[in-house]
Structure formats: C-alpha cells, structure tokens
C-alpha cells in the first residue's frame, strides 16, 4: 500500500506565499509523474502543475510565473512554492502521483488534499 502525505496548507494573505510539500510512502519501486491539482468550492478539480521523472515541468496558465513545483526523487517527495498568492488561488491542493508499486503494477495515488486561503 502508498501513502501521500500532504502538508504545508494555511490562511495566507494576497500577495503571500505558501509551500507545500507532499511526501510518498509504502511500497514503492519508482515514483514516475508528479503533480499538484486543486478544487475550489462549486468548482471541477484542475490541474495545478506537473513534473515529470526526469523534472519537465508544465503548469496551469493562471500560475505559470508565480507557482514552482519540484521533486526530491531521494524522498519521494514533491513541493509546490507558491508565490504572489492570490484570492482566486483558494482551494483544497491535492498531491497526485503515477508509480510502480513492488509488483511492477503502474497505479495512481491521490493525497488527502490540505486547504489552501488567500484573504486578507
């Protein structure tokens, strides 16, 4: 079984940054894509940024220039730096992840989601 951990969701005010990181765990034999998606009340979960095994990167048009996503393949992790936080950034991030387990099977994991609230 795979566990993703995430944390580093707050209250921040406009113009503020969050990071938050999202740790994976259990029986792992090679973590593959990464990536930050979020849900914003009465809203469809969107992609938020991605990062791929080998660290290509692509990102949602409303973050791109504010937002960096990165991994630590060591620990299995994945950040998401977010920066120039804004109103509409409000919204549970969740962590996704695409991997192969110890039985070689691909699978796809999602995080428990941690809130996220740009206001002033």
């Known amino acids: 079984q795979v566990q993703l951990v995430e944390s580093g969701g707050g209250l921040v005010q406009p113009g503020g940054s969050l990071r938050l990181s999202c740790a994976a765990s259990?029986?792992?034999?090679?973590?593959?894509?990464m990536g930050w998606y979020r849900q914003a009340p009465g809203k469809q979960r969107e992609l938020v940024a991605g990062?791929?095994?080998?660290?290509?990167?692509n990102y949602a048009d409303s973050v791109k220039g504010r937002f960096t996503i990165s991994r630590d393949n060591a620990k299995n992790t994945v950040y998401l730096q977010m920066n120039r936080l804004k109103p509409e950034d409000t919204a549970v991030y969740y962590c996704?992840?695409?991997?192969?387990?110890?039985?070689?099977?691909?699978?796809?994991?999602w995080g428990q989601g941690t809130q996220v609230t740009v206001s002033s």
């Open positions: 996704n992840a695409d991997l192969l387990s110890w039985d070689l099977v691909p699978k796809n994991y």
């Open positions: 259990g029986s792992i034999y090679r973590m593959n894509a």
């Open positions: 990062i791929s095994s080998g660290g290509s990167r």
